[in-house]
T-cell receptor, first 113, second 114 residues
Framework: AQSVTQPDIHITVSEGASLELRCNYS??????LFWYVQSPGQGLQLLLK??????LVQGIKGFEAEFKRSQSSFNLRKPSVHWSDAAEYFC???????????FGKGTTLSVSS | DAMVIQNPRYQVTQFGKPVTLSCSQT?????MYWYQQKSSQAPKLLFH???????NEADTPDNFQSRRPNTSFCFLDIRSPGLGDAAMYLC?????????????FGPGTRLTVL
């Protein structure tokens, strides 16, 4: 069965520093992969998604993610974090039928000044 | 500008007292989803509607039901809430029934069961 693991429950990064959030997935074939962000009091917003092709995917708000099949990973990165990036980040993989998302438990990002 | 609206944002109910959560969308999307997100856990799909066709996830308890009277509205009914049903309930929509299509989420309704 497909699954998603986000090893870091909580990360604190200084404003202006770089960020990497880890995501590992379990899936037999080429996965559909997603990163969503949930700001306090808001719904989930799609940051970026990967289906095929270039393994480095650009998203909104300056985020990017790299698909590494050999490591079963889809880590999210941002070169310089802003205080407004403080939120919860969810990695997700589509199920085999391609009809539903399976989410990881999320990583909470705090930004210190 | 709101695209997926959920009401109320916070709902308190008593153990065993039926409760209904509401979701509406201005996107005219065909698919509407309900997710349950318990504290520190991943969102978990309960069911979805593709147009008027209802699809229940295999492990969704019978206590949870849904109605979609028209394209814009979808309701989540919890017939007899238990303490374990306290969670954030997220509504989402997509244009087509495919995980390749972007899902748009509402802000959620936080349900407290006393």
């Amino acid at each position: 069965a497909q699954s998603v693991t986000q090893p870091d429950i909580h990360i604190t990064v200084s404003e202006g520093a770089s960020l990497e959030l880890r995501c590992n997935y379990s899936y037999g074939a080429t996965p559909y992969l997603f990163w969503y962000v949930q700001s306090p009091g808001q719904g989930l917003q799609l940051l970026l998604k990967y289906f095929s092709g270039d393994t480095l995917v650009q998203g909104i708000k300056g985020f990017e993610a790299e698909f590494k099949r050999s490591q079963s990973s889809f880590n999210l990165r941002k070169p310089s974090v802003h205080w407004s990036d403080a939120a919860e980040y969810f990695c997700a993989v589509a199920n085999q039928a391609g009809t539903a998302l399976i989410f990881g438990k999320g990583t909470t990002l705090s930004v210190s000044s | 500008d709101a695209m997926v609206i959920q009401n109320p944002r916070y709902q308190v109910t008593q153990f065993g007292k039926p409760v209904t959560l509401s979701c509406s969308q201005t996107l005219n999307h065909n698919v509407m989803y309900w997710y349950q997100q318990k504290s520190s856990q991943a969102p978990k799909l309960l069911f979805h509607y593709y147009d008027k066709d209802f699809n229940n996830e295999a492990d969704t308890p019978d206590n949870f039901q849904s109605r979609r009277p028209n394209t814009s509205f979808c309701f989540l009914d919890i017939r007899s809430p238990g303490l374990g049903d306290a969670a954030m309930y997220l509504c989402a929509t997509s244009r087509v029934y495919s995980s390749a299509d972007t899902q748009y989420f509402g802000p959620g309704t936080r349900l407290t069961v006393l």
